[in-house]
């Protein structure tokens, strides 16, 4: 095929070395590298296996990636992109370049393991037909993001002095035995520290499994509610964690993302609820610390009218209760902010409760 690509749909070794070859500044600093590793290697006349490769780390640039007609993909579901970290590798990038290379791999290669590849910059998605012209970002998407709209902004720049002229690096990974999920979580999860809803976001691209508790979390986290409140909401208690999700993610499901029993009751919970408070409040572990309180509470023979009492409740929330919970504060030396939120829902369904029994 023109351009160096491979009809299996991988970008073939004789391209990879012309990359190679044409990234001159940085192959005799990978010659350097390897040359100090051989020192270290050898002991008297007995050199390691390993040092008989003939580099250590082979490095490309996107300019010559795309004069190959090779374009950048990622995975779908992968972490989404924070605007702020965007900003900030921005003037980074801009004063100091790219310090560490991303890593990548072949479209061909992700694809072949069900995971679903798009386009960088557009989002459609990779198909065998254009699957040979991609490689893939395991990592620096914000990086790569960054590269993309300093080059962008250069057309705004009118002093040739002030315009960005750094190249953008990348690397196949050192470790292409290692299965892309099984990576991509050491990546992110070891190197780069996710969040809440990035763990939810990396087990919802790597289980192939249904689990609709893991779907319902994954809907409320990706609209900003922490993955410890979403999880209460669920399943009335914050056991799918980030221990939880990464053993999904390494293979391993729990019982606790298995278990639909709670699944309906907390939907109904949660509609009653975000029908009476802000969706600031909601996405807040406050209110339904308080609803798993009362659930505590609540004798066995009452808990099967539960769901039903506390819908109605907080179905019944008027605006005038509502907006004192919302935007309540503690005070240093007084009462926290848990407690104010607390006492003020108890005092809502006693209330209720009694005018229940009055009636």
Not at 72 to 92: F, H, P, Q, T, Y
Not at 118 to 126: I, N, P, R, Y
Request: charged share 30%; glycine share 6%; net charge neutral.
């Amino acid at each position: 095929m023109s351009n160096g690509i491979t009809s299996n749909g991988s970008i073939n070794e004789q391209v990879k070395n012309e990359l190679m070859q044409q990234e001159e500044r940085l192959a005799s600093q990978n010659a350097q590298v390897n040359g100090n590793v051989a020192d270290q290697a050898t002991s008297g006349n007995e050199q390691n296996d390993f040092v008989k490769m003939e580099k250590v780390l082979e490095v490309l640039s996107l300019a010559v990636l795309q004069s190959k007609g090779v374009k950048i993909a990622r995975l779908e579901g992968n972490r989404d992109l924070n605007e702020k970290a965007v900003k900030a590798k921005m003037k980074s990038m801009k004063q100091y370049g790219q310090l560490v290379p991303a890593i990548i791999v072949d479209a061909a290669t992700a694809r072949k393991q069900g995971l679903k590849v798009v386009d960088f910059s557009t989002g459609e998605e990779v198909t065998d037909q254009n699957e040979a012209f991609y490689v893939v970002l395991l990592d620096a998407n914000h990086r790569y993001e960054a590269h993309l709209r300093l080059m962008a902004a250069n057309d705004k720049v009118k002093e040739e002095a002030d315009k960005y002229t750094g190249e953008f690096y990348l690397v196949y990974s050192l470790c292409p035995a290692v299965a892309i999920d099984k990576a991509l979580a050491e990546i992110n999860i070891a190197t780069t520290p996710w969040k809440g809803a990035d763990f939810v976001k990396g087990a919802k691209m790597m289980v192939e499994a249904e689990l609709p508790v893991l779907d319902a979390i994954a809907e409320e986290t990706s609209q900003g509610m922490s993955l410890d409140t979403a999880s209460k909401v669920f399943l009335l208690n914050g056991k799918v964690n980030k221990t939880i999700l990464v053993k999904a993610i390494n293979g391993s499901i729990d019982e606790c993302l298995l278990n639909t029993a709670g699944l309906e009751r907390g939907r109904r919970i949660l509609e009653a609820a975000k029908s009476s408070f802000s969706s600031d409040f909601i996405k807040t572990r406050n209110w339904i610390d308080w609803v798993i309180a009362i659930y505590e509470k609540t004798s066995d023979a009452e808990k099967g009218q539960f769901t039903e009492e506390m819908v109605k409740f907080l179905s019944s929330i008027k605006r005038e209760d509502a907006e004192p919970l919302e935007k309540a504060k503690g005070k240093r030396g007084g009462q926290s902010k848990d407690t104010i939120i607390n006492e003020g829902l108890n005092a809502l369904w006693a209330k209720r409760r009694k005018a229940v029994l009055a009636a």
